[in-house]
Structures are given as structure tokens and as C-alpha cells.
């Protein structure tokens, strides 16, 4: 089963702050975030593993509740360029192998 | 560090032609993932292999399609016969064994159109 993301769609005012959450029916051992604009690959966000280690954008955190098996990305001062679908992808297994991609949020910054 | 490039980048076939799209992945990365995306959804797992060893295959994967990767370098991906439900952003993507992050880096994508 996907990860459920929330919410679906979000618009925003440059400047402003959003919260994207990614819920997993199954145990995570890590989660990987991407970014994807229209027509565009996705492209890599950062990544969080279980015990607390993450590896990404230095103006992007994220925060990863192995218990409730969730994670959230936090976007502060968004950027026109901040808009795009963002994916939360979940491994299978306790390796990095194939990833099951989350419902997706569409996020739009305006001016 | 080139990034992972796919060709062609848009293709249009009739119903029941074959296809075939290739994948050139980050040099030293030994993984490589092929993904499936329709508009509206995310990424959806198709095969992967590392090396030249195609470990996994998703049951998305109809014996229509085959994937190869000869020297554990570039892969392609084969779709006989295709079908109008084909039609769909063909994404691959690389990765590195060894670290404990094994972030997968996606390349632009082939846009498949059958008509």
C-alpha cells in the first residue's frame, strides 16, 4: 500500500510557511523526499533514516516519527521555485531498493 | 557527475508496434531502477537491477516487457506489442550500494504515447 500524503494541494504566498505530512501503514526504516515539477523527473529532496541520521537540501528539513511511522517535510520561506508535486518514497525491506512513491502534494507559491 | 540521462525523450508508436528506450545512469552507481509514472501519480516500480543482475520485477511488468543491462552500465527497456495503456512517463533512475543512504537520482524521463 502507498504512504497517504497531506494535505493533497496547498497554495501558498511566497514567503509563507507549509507542512507536508507522508503516513505509512507499514514500518519505515527510512523515507525519501522529492520534489517534481510538471513534465520534469522528480527530483531528490533529502532523505531521513531511522535512529535519526538525514541527508539533504540545507533549506529543507524534515522530521521522521518512526512510532507513528510518518514524516513530515517542513518548507519555510517558500520560493516561487518551492512549487511542484512533492513525493515522499518509502523502500521496501530494510534496504534502499525499489520505493514506494506516497499520494503526492501538489504545493503552489504566488507572489 | 553527468546525471542519469534517458533517449529519446518523447515517443509516439501505434498499438501493437514495439519500442525500445535506454537508460545511461550516474557512472559509478551500480543500481539501476526503472519506474512507471501516469499523470497525476507518483512513480510506480517496474525492475531494478544492480549490476548486471535484474534483481526484482513488479507484477506491473506483463511479459510484454524486458529489460536488460548487458554490462551493468546502460539498461534498456523493451515494450512489445504495445498497448494504448502504455502510454506513460518511463522513468529511470541510479543509485549507490554501500552507503547507508542510497538516495535513487531519476533521469528526465520518456514520455510514451501510443496511440
Known amino acids: 500500500q502507498q504512504p497517504v500524503q497531506s494535505p493533497q494541494a496547498v497554495i501558498l504566498r511566497e514567503g509563507e510557511d507549509a507542512v507536508i505530512n507522508c503516513s505509512s501503514s507499514?514500518?519505515?526504516?527510512?523515507v525519501h523526499w522529492y520534489r517534481q515539477k510538471h513534465g520534469e523527473a522528480p527530483v531528490f529532496l533529502m532523505i531521513l533514516l531511522k535512529g535519526g541520521e538525514q541527508k539533504g537540501h540545507e533549506k529543507i528539513s524534515a522530521s521522521f516519527n518512526e512510532k507513528k511511522q510518518q514524516s513530515s517535510l517542513y518548507l519555510t520561506a517558500s520560493q516561487l521555485s518551492y512549487s511542484g508535486t512533492y513525493f515522499c518514497g518509502t523502500p521496501e525491506g530494510g534496504g534502499g531498493n525499489k520505493l514506494t512513491f506516497g499520494t503526492g502534494t501538489q504545493l503552489k507559491v504566488e507572489l | 557527475d553527468t546525471g542519469v540521462s534517458q533517449n529519446p525523450r518523447h515517443k509516439i508508436t501505434k498499438r501493437g508496434q514495439n519500442v525500445t528506450f535506454r537508460c545511461d545512469p550516474i557512472?559509478?552507481?551500480?543500481?539501476l531502477y526503472w519506474y512507471r509514472q501516469t499523470l497525476g501519480q507518483g512513480p510506480e516500480f517496474l525492475t531494478y537491477f544492480q549490476n548486471e543482475a535484474q534483481l526484482e520485477k513488479s507484477r506491473l511488468l506483463s511479459d510484454r516487457f524486458s529489460a536488460e543491462r548487458p554490462k551493468g552500465s546502460f539498461s534498456t527497456l523493451e515494450i512489445q506489442r504495445t498497448e494504448q495503456g502504455d502510454s506513460a512517463m518511463y522513468l529511470c533512475?541510479?543509485?549507490?550500494?554501500?552507503?547507508?543512504?542510497?538516495?535513487?537520482?531519476f533521469g528526465p524521463g520518456t514520455r510514451l504515447t501510443v496511440l
Open positions: 507499514k514500518a519505515l526504516y527510512s
Open positions: 557512472s559509478e552507481h551500480n543500481r
Open positions: 533512475a541510479s543509485s549507490l550500494t554501500g552507503t547507508s543512504y542510497n538516495e535513487q537520482f
